[in-house]
């Protein structure tokens, strides 16, 4: 993984500018991206490079899979209780269909995994039963596939459906 990436990881391009898969990380002492990408004090991220091949634009703060287990990185929104391995990131930047660019894997995520429970503060995030949002960790999860891919940090107070809050993430299918 490159963490002296110096590109652009809101760019997104119709043809590739790096191969799919390709990732990349901003260090915990990195000031000087925008406020989403500012990691200071919360620890490195990861980002991985993909091709939206869904059909439809992935939009910031949907959870991402693989579009199939075939191992590519051609990626989609992440159907509802998708299965924790095919979860590759959380977008941060609309990709459009046929477009490629970054998806956030691992990391403190400002702002961006929707949720549709009130209370997230300190839970386990896994995918639910609306495609692309997370939910909040219950003992009724008992699928294996399904366990938590990251911790809500900050409350949906509101409980607002599709509300974005801040996460810690580590996507498997990355």
Known sequence: MDLAFAGDLTKVTTTPEYPLGTRCGIPASNMSK????QTADRGDSEWVYVYNDSGSDLVVG???ARK???GTYAVRQAP???????LVGVCVKVIPDGYYGWVQCKGFVYGGVVSM?????????FS???AGRAYLASAAVT???RGPFGLGIVNNA???AGARIAAYIDCPGA
């Open 158 to 160: 509101a409980g607002a």
């Open 128 to 130: 639910g039963a609306v």
């Open 80 to 86: 509802a209780n998708c299965p924790k391995p095919l």
């Open 117 to 125: 429970n009130a209370d997230f503060r300190d839970r386990g995030l």
């Open 68 to 70: 199939t287990a075939a």
């Open 62 to 64: 949907e959870l991402i």
């Open 143 to 145: 699928d294996a596939e």
């Open 34 to 37: 925008a406020a989403q990408y």
